[in-house]
């Protein structure tokens, strides 16, 4: 019986941990379970929503770190983890994704000689100015098991040194999520709500610091956001950040539905209705590629290139015109008939992660 503790930190991790964790609830012979959640996001919208949309149970453990600097933040998960694992002595500790609770959780089990698989390794922006981009390559280097959700990942740690053993392809468990709860996303009046019509609307997101912390940024975007939405309906729930910074340089909305932020039912019941996404998101690159939603990232890089060579995803950088323009052209378009699904994001990744910690 192995004694996992998974850690989910903020938004993006939870429909990461959710199927896992189900996962090894179903192989109990095989599997104790414990979800450690860090409190780098709180409150309903951010955590809340996605625990009950999730059927996650509340988590065993909580940290309670809340919002802070980098260091700040990254320091109190540490503090705050390395007695949970001096009491529980977990035979591995998974963490998810690119975000400050998993670096912090990931250089405690480290320190501790405490086993680390990390979930949706090998991920490269090649933009160090990224934090998230520290915190994968920083996970990476210290991570014992190596799951990666497509092979260009494996190719990224093969050539950072990382021996191949500890690689192990294993698909996308995030879309195991999406799979299991499209139908169920039915349920939301969130289109009914805004009075949207399918495949007649955009739907927008938009966090990145990149994007939003400086002034002239953000208000290039949104301009072009406003423009946009002179054609079509656009919708566009806010994350705090960004909601924050909008109230901060008094940025113009004029034209777009902004939104609180939405749960994870109601928010992919909005996206997979929607005739194009323009986003900041890397999530939101893979799901709108697996549903063959159109994707502008506004961004200059991914680090999910797969979505662009086989999937609906183009990189549009934040560049108002070409914003416009790509926007104006994917709009033209109709819906690709033919959606082209990456190797092993086929709903069946968590069964191949617990595989592989038993191995
Ligand atoms: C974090 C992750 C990012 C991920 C994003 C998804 C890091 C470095 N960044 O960015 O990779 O894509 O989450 O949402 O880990 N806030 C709230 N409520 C919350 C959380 C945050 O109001 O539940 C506000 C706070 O003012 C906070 C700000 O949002 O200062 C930013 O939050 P933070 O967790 O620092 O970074 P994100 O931008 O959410």
């Given at each position: 019986?192995?004694?996992?503790?998974?850690?989910?930190?903020?938004?993006?991790?939870?429909?990461?941990?959710?199927?896992?964790?189900?996962?090894?609830?179903?192989?109990?012979?095989?599997?104790?379970?414990?979800?450690?959640?860090t409190g780098q996001h709180y409150g309903a919208a951010m955590s809340g929503a996605f625990f009950e949309d999730l059927k996650m149970p509340r988590a065993d453990v909580h940290l309670g770190v809340g919002s802070a600097s980098h260091a700040v933040q990254t320091a109190r998960v540490m503090i705050e983890f390395e007695p949970v694992l001096f009491e529980q002595k977990p035979d591995w500790v998974l963490v998810v994704g690119d975000v400050?609770?998993?670096?912090?959780?990931?250089?405690?089990?480290?320190?501790l000689g405490i086993k680390i698989a990390h979930v949706e390794a090998g991920l490269r922006s090649r933009d160090r100015r990224m934090p998230e981009e520290i915190n994968r390559v920083l996970t990476d280097a210290v991570s014992d098991l190596l799951l990666t959700t497509s092979q260009d990942a494996d190719a990224n740690l093969l050539g950072e040194g990382i021996p191949q053993e500890k690689i192990r392809f294993v698909g996308n468990v995030m879309i195991d999520s999406l799979r299991e709860h499209l139908e169920l996303s039915k349920s939301s009046h969130i289109r009914e709500d805004l009075e949207l019509t399918e495949g007649e609307y955009a739907v927008v997101t938009l966090h990145r610091p990149s994007n939003v912390d400086d002034g002239a940024t953000l208000s290039g975007i949104m301009n072009s956001l406003m423009e946009i939405a002179k054609d079509v309906r656009v919708v566009f729930p806010v994350h705090p950040r960004t909601r924050a910074k909008i109230n901060d340089f008094e940025i113009e909305t004029d034209g777009v539905t902004l939104t609180e932020p939405l749960g994870y039912l109601d928010f992919m019941r909005l996206y997979s209705g929607a005739k194009l996404v323009l986003t900041d998101s890397g999530g939101l690159q893979e799901e709108t590629?697996?549903?063959?939603?159109?994707?502008?990232?506004?961004?200059?890089?991914?680090e999910r290139p797969i979505t662009i060579e086989m999937?609906?995803?183009?990189?549009?950088?934040?560049?108002?015109?070409?914003?416009?323009?790509?926007?104006?052209?994917?709009?033209?378009k109709r819906k690709p008939s033919d959606i082209k699904i990456p190797p092993l994001w086929d709903g069946k990744a968590a069964g191949r992660i617990c595989d592989e910690l038993l191995r």
């Open positions: 019986m192995l004694k996992v503790l998974l850690i989910a930190g903020a938004r993006p991790n939870f429909m990461k941990v959710a199927p896992i964790y189900a996962e090894m609830r179903r192989r109990e012979d095989e599997f104790s379970p414990m979800i450690v959640h400050n609770s998993t670096i912090a959780c990931a250089l405690v089990c480290a320190k590629t697996v549903l063959g939603i159109p994707c502008l990232t506004l961004r200059e890089n991914t999937g609906t995803n183009i990189l549009v950088g934040t560049d108002p015109t070409r914003i416009k323009e790509a926007a104006a052209n994917a709009l033209a």
